[in-house]
C-alpha cells in the first residue's frame, strides 16, 4: 500500500506541476469531457470529439458548460504528508474510512474542476449542482480494514449540513463522490452519483486528457 500511495503522490505532483488539459476540437467549455468514439470506420453516424456524448437520460447539459475552470496550476493536484496521508488531522474516522477537510489537500483549481465536471453529470441525471460557496467537501482515505486500503476519494455536498448528515449521521439521499484511480502514470476521474430517493445511480469516467467513458468506472475501462 505505502509504495502504491507513494507511486500516487509522485503521479500527482508531476501531473500538478506540469498540468494536464482536457482534449476538445472547441475551446470552450475547456473542461468539458467528450465521448469515446465507437467505431472509426463509421463517420457518418458518430458525433464529433467536440460534441458531448449521447446520454440514456436524453438530457444535454447547458447550465453546467457555463462554468469555465482551470485545467491546471502551480499546487499538485493533491497533497500528502510523509506517511502517504493528508497532513492535517482528521474531521471524522470510521472503521474503513478516514475524512479530511479538501482544503489543504485539493489544490482550489483541481476542486474547482471536479465541481464543474460534477454538476456536468449533476445536470445529466437533474440532480442538484454543487457550487461554492456553500460547497461541503470531504477527502476521505481507505483505511487497512478498507477493501481498497489507500484509496483517496473526494466527496462533494450541497451544502456543509449535508455533509455532516451524510459523513457523522450516515444520512446520504443524494451522494456524489470522485475516486481518483491511479492508470499508470496518469489519474483518471472515477464519478459516482446516487439518489436513494429514485433509486438513481450513475457512473462515470474522466482520462487525464479528458475522455469521457459513460455508465462505468475508471477501473474497468482499458
Known sequence: ????????????MILGATGFSLAQDKPEPRYK??????????TSAEKSESEPAKQPFGVTPSKALQARPPTSGKEPM??????????????HETLKLNYYECRGVIAPWFLELL??????????????????PNLGC????????????????????SSVRLMNDCVRDERCTVFRSVNLVQRGN?????????????????????????????????????
Open 186 to 222: 496518469a489519474i483518471y476521474r472515477s464519478y459516482f452519483l446516487s439518489d436513494m430517493s429514485r433509486k438513481l445511480i450513475a457512473q462515470h469516467c474522466v482520462t487525464d486528457k479528458g475522455k469521457h467513458y459513460s455508465d462505468t468506472t475508471c477501473y474497468t475501462i482499458d
Open 1 to 12: 500500500m505505502d509504495m502504491n500511495l507513494k507511486t500516487f503522490l509522485l503521479a500527482s
Open 115 to 132: 465541481v464543474a465536471e460534477m454538476n456536468y453529470f449533476n445536470e445529466l441525471v437533474e440532480l442538484p449542482f454543487v457550487n461554492f
Open 138 to 157: 470531504v477527502v476521505s482515505v481507505g483505511t487497512e480494514k478498507s477493501l481498497t486500503p489507500g484509496r483517496i476519494s473526494v466527496q462533494l455536498f
Open 78 to 91: 493533491v497533497t500528502l504528508g510523509p506517511k502517504n496521508l493528508p497532513m492535517t488531522e482528521p474531521v
Open 33 to 42: 469531457p467528450y465521448p469515446v468514439k465507437k467505431s472509426e470506420g463509421n
